[in-house]
């Protein structure tokens, strides 16, 4: 089995600002690249039976309209579904939006994944440090999986001292990547990384 810490460091992260006023978004963006072909990696994040052995148990219908709710998180509508290549939802929320795209380069396949909400809702680019460490944690199960490698059970899997070295790790990367944007204040980001500490990092429960 591959380090974690190794994927970490070669997942792409960008956040952005964009729009203006009433309408401006902040955009979280994951990008990695997986040796598999964009047919396989396209069922592995949509196909039910797959999903649960990497990310979550998910019911509902994978159709543009259709419904879906993740089991122990967020639910939504899916707005558009076309093989093998965009999907799009909303996550917990109408504004909240998750877009994935898949893009073949050679033999593998690149998938995008970007997470966009209001500013008014995300309060600044340091939004991303609530939601990217944990995208950030799905893609390694992702990875795993497409290898082979199944974690068993994704929650007692995300909960071992290994995610959370790894989850360290990334929110490390998502304070450099936060600050380079300009899109935050140092006390905005400092906010986001202890929140994110909190969530993804807790010390361990004394025995």
């Given at each position: 089995?591959?380090?974690?810490?190794?994927?970490?460091?070669?997942?792409?992260?960008?956040?952005?600002?964009?729009?203006?006023?009433?309408?401006?978004?902040?955009?979280?963006?994951?990008?990695?690249?997986?040796?598999?072909?964009?047919?396989?990696?396209?069922?592995?994040?949509?196909?039910?039976?797959?999903l649960a052995r990497?990310?979550?148990?998910?019911?509902?219908?994978?159709?543009?309209?259709?419904?879906?709710?993740?089991?122990?998180?967020?639910?939504?509508?899916?707005?558009?579904?076309?093989?093998?290549?965009?999907?799009?939802?909303?996550?917990?929320?109408?504004?909240?939006?998750?877009?994935?795209?898949?893009?073949?380069?050679?033999?593998?396949?690149?998938?995008?994944?970007?997470?966009?909400?209001?500013?008014?809702?995300?309060?600044?680019?340091?939004?991303?440090?609530?939601?990217?460490?944990?995208?950030?944690?799905?893609?390694?199960?992702?990875?795993?999986?497409?290898?082979?490698?199944?974690?068993?059970?994704?929650?007692?899997?995300?909960?071992?001292?290994?995610?959370?070295?790894?989850?360290?790790?990334?929110?490390?990367?998502?304070?450099?990547?936060?600050?380079?944007?300009?899109?935050?204040?140092?006390e905005e980001v400092?906010?986001?990384?202890?929140?994110?500490?909190?969530?993804?990092?807790?010390?361990?429960?004394?025995?």
């Open positions: 089995m591959r380090d974690l810490l190794a994927e970490v460091a070669e997942t792409a992260r960008e956040v952005a600002r964009r729009g203006g006023a009433d309408d401006e978004l902040v955009a979280v963006t994951v990008r990695r690249e997986y040796p598999a072909a964009a047919e396989d990696v396209w069922e592995a994040v949509t196909d039910p039976a797959r990497w990310f979550a148990p998910v019911t509902g219908d994978l159709r543009p309209g259709g419904g879906f709710a993740v089991e122990g998180n967020a639910d939504g509508e899916i707005r558009e579904c076309s093989p093998p290549s965009t999907l799009v939802l909303t996550w917990g929320g109408p504004v909240s939006v998750v877009t994935v795209r898949l893009t073949p380069a050679g033999a593998a396949t690149v998938l995008e994944l970007e997470h966009t909400v209001p500013v008014a809702f995300a309060g600044s680019g340091a939004g991303a440090l609530f939601v990217g460490p944990g995208w950030d944690v799905a893609l390694l199960g992702l990875g795993l999986h497409l290898r082979g490698e199944d974690v068993g059970d994704p929650v007692a899997w995300e909960g071992g001292e290994e995610v959370r070295r790894a989850n360290a790790a990334s929110i490390d990367a998502w304070v450099a990547t936060v600050t380079a944007s300009g899109t935050a204040t140092p400092a906010g986001g990384e202890a929140a994110a500490r909190a969530q993804f990092t807790p010390e361990p429960s004394a025995s």
